[in-house]
């Protein structure tokens, strides 16, 4: 089947998953990209037909996809319509991300044809994982786009079992990370950070009050602040990098599935 379209659905509040997810698009080579930002609005019922494509792409916060993120898959719809899945984690490790990505997908009539894990920067302690994806990075994501669509140009991929992938069932809890962005004085109350804010945990009349119940610490409003006021520290904060640094420094490889096989391909 020749597939007309592909639609880019992600979300990326430090702009590292978009890459991931534009890279492997590219590598499909198809024509058309539409993208579906799910950080910067609200998601309107769509439904993408089985000669179409969808990459899902999302981070791992604490072994798990956002909750929020989560809540707007729901409004993708598909019938059969074969899909790309990836989770782009700092370092760590990405525990039951893919596989609950892969299920929420799969339930919403979507089928995965394939599956990726990719390392990038960490949101939290940048100085893990620092610069990626690199170079090498994204000729791996490019490689598993061009690998993905030659799967699907096989008729039997629809046939084939589920695709495996590791992870809990039940998942791991999903916790409230602790970790919060702080403000410095050079705010100067902009707002772009309350518009931003894709748990809406800013406060609009004094950006430097945060609902901590309600903030996720996915360092979108320190990443698009112009004056560079929005960061984390603090004593716990050095305490737990300084912890983070020593166990997570050493550079993990990125992981792929095919459906092919069932089984990961280090790149």
């Known amino acids: 089947m020749k597939y007309k379209k592909i639609h880019a659905i992600f979300f990326s509040a430090t702009g590292t998953t978009r890459k991931i997810i534009d890279t492997i698009a590219r590598g499909c080579d198809v024509n058309e990209i539409e993208r579906h930002d799910l ?38 719809t598909g019938k059969h319509t074969p899909a790309i899945i990836a989770c782009t984690y700092g370092n760590r490790a990405y525990d039951d991300a893919l596989l609950e990505l892969r299920n929420i997908v799969e339930e919403q009539g979507f089928i995965v044809v394939s599956a990726g894990a990719f390392i990038a920067q960490h949101s939290i302690f940048p100085h893990v994982g620092t610069g990626r994806p690199d170079i090498r990075d994204i000729a791996e994501a490019t490689e598993f786009g061009r690998k993905s669509i030659s799967i699907l140009s096989a008729s039997e991929w629809r046939e084939e079992k589920q695709l495996s992938l590791p992870g809990n069932n039940p998942y791991r809890e999903a916790g ?13 109350r902009c707002g772009l950070c309350v518009q931003q804010c894709p748990a809406q945990a800013i406060d609009a009349e004094n950006p430097h009050r945060l609902d901590e119940s309600r903030c996720i610490s996915c360092a979108h409003c320190i990443a698009i602040c112009p004056r ?29 599935f095919y459906k092919e096989s069932s089984f990961p391909a280090k790149e």
Do not use: W
Request: aromatic fraction near 10%.
């Open 39 to 76: 950080l910067l609005k609200k998601q309107n019922d769509t439904y993408i037909p089985e000669n179409e494509i969808a990459i899902f792409g999302m981070p791992v916060y604490a072994g798990r996809i956002p909750a929020i993120s989560a809540e707007s898959l729901r409004h993708f």
């Open 176 to 188: 409230n990370i602790p970790l919060k962005p702080k403000t410095r004085r050079s705010c100067t």
């Open 228 to 256: 560079h006021a929005k960061h984390f520290g603090g004593i716990l904060y050095r305490l737990a990098s300084r912890k983070f640094s020593k166990k997570f420094s050493t550079p993990l490889h990125n992981e792929v």
